[in-house]
């Protein structure tokens, strides 16, 4: 459920396939806030592989998703 996502040196964002946009201070803020959109949004169980899936689509500033 993520295509794209990129990190600047305050937020952290991640794009949903829905067009949602998530973001977060910190890595760890941002999986939570990706955790919450997916178990509220589209009703997916958050699990191990879903919060290894938000932690790999994070990229660097200018990096292509």
Not at 47 to 59: E, G, Q, S
Request: with cysteine; aromatic share 2%.
């Amino acid at each position: 459920w993520l295509l794209r996502s990129r990190r600047n040196a305050m937020t952290k964002v991640i794009r949903c396939h829905c067009g949602s946009i998530i973001k977060g201070e910190s890595d760890e803020a941002l999986v939570a806030n990706a955790q919450q959109h997916a178990k509220e949004a589209h009703g997916m169980e958050v699990t191990p592989d879903l919060v290894a899936a938000v932690r790999a689509a994070i990229k660097d500033e200018g990096a292509r998703a």
